[in-house]
């Protein structure tokens, strides 16, 4: 004993210097998630989403003029404001040991940035977006990373028919004399409330009885994970007080090449598409009831095509169709699609528990190639005391810069004569991008288009006591080999 006393006063500690020095450093996690704020939603957010769906023509121009304003005034709160009245945009952010990135914030459940690296390690962002907060708020975004509800795609003439009870509701008439993604204030426009779960991020919103013309009150809570295998999943729940219809969808706008290469890149995507057949729209884009067989046709992409070849075929400028998936009897995820980008490598499926899938190659993009006349200001005066008549005596919102605003593309002036021409109005993204038509791709799953209004499409109706389950992976890869 009075040997190890005289050894542990003579500092001769050695070895347990040497355990110290091998402990091993703190593991890096396989997913890191990170939280940090995006920004503040304004305080009049209900009142400026309805006015911007209503503008003219002649104000899109002006609309990065009111992105600027819009910063100047979110950045005026008043420092003495209680925190309690700040409504915050928060951003969460996934990386991974395989060196994907992907953020998610709190406004509209939107997905700002996918980044994954090529078959050479080097990273880039695949999906479109904006840099700021403000520029989600402007009518010209196209819905890009959002979260579409209550129900996405059209509604003939914003009428459902709710069974079993039979009562007829009148939805908004946000697109012409239809019904789009949920009308002017949909699941996109709003700030979801949030909490992490572990690796998990859960969102949830409440939707009140009657809001843009749905029947019951609707909640819905939508899971974010992303795992160290590059996966983003998704799963969307919903309940309802009384019977409703439900059908949310996710509507990211790829490039695999990046989001900012633009169509010729774009044209070189693989697409393969899990579907014998695909619901037929009419001259309006609005879905017949009809099921056609894609095979023998440019809707055939049971095989991998290339858009390319494919695009030439379609006579309205692109594809915008919804695609009945094959599923299994008793299969939880079906695979929908894959995309490939040969030159890059970067590849990625989707998968879902849905029916359909809407493939859209980006059509209504505003397109370099198109001129738009610039009306005069006695025009745009005009306009605007027109618009005021047309609100006061019928509530009448079918104007065709509606059209415009609702889904992002600028179509002003086309029916217009003798006016000055200027070319076309880019729409900005991230990091200086320009977003073009056919520059970008949308796989979005969901249940088919109008389905309550066609008895022979998928149940779309969600009654009390029962839950809506939507399950979404985004599974991303590399092709190292040569693609045959």
Known sequence: MAEEAEEKASGDTVSIVKAESEIAPPKVPDVELIVDGFGFMPEDSVNQFKSRSKMTAAELKKSSKSVKENKSTSSSQSPCASSTNIDIVRRYTWKTKNRMTVQIITFGATITTIQVPDKKGVPDDVIAGFDTLEEYFQPRNPYFGATIGRYANYIRDGTIVVKPSGRMYMLSNNRGHNHYNGGYIGFDKVNWRSYVNGNKVVMSHISERFHEGYPGTVMAQITFEVTCNNTLKIEMRCTTSEPTIVNLSSSPYFNLAGHHAGPEQMYDHIISINADKYTVVDDDGLVTGEKNVVGGTAYDFRVPRVLRAMLPRIPMGGYDVNYCITQGTEQDLSFQARALHPLTGRVVEVY?????????????????????????????????????????????????????????????????????????????????????????????????????????????????????????????????????
């Open 352 to 484: 879902s528990n849905q029916p359909g899938l809407q493939f859209y190659t980006g059509n209504l993009l505003p397109d370099p190639d198109k001129i738009v006349e610039e009306p005069s200001a006695e025009e745009e005066e005009e306009a605007r005391e027109e618009e005021v008549k047309v609100e006061s005596d019928s509530g009448s919102e079918s104007e065709s810069s509606e059209e415009s605003s609702v889904k992002g593309e600028d179509e002003a002036g086309e029916e217009s004569k003798g006016k000055k021409s200027y070319g076309y109005i880019p729409l900005m993204g991230k990091q200086g991008a320009h977003y073009k038509k056919h520059g970008l791709f949308c796989l979005m799953p969901q249940n088919y288009p109008d389905a309550v209004n066609h008895k022979n499409f998928p149940n779309s109706i969600l009654n009390p006591g029962e839950v809506y389950v939507h399950k979404i992976q985004y599974k991303f890869g590399l092709l190292l080999g040569k693609y045959v």
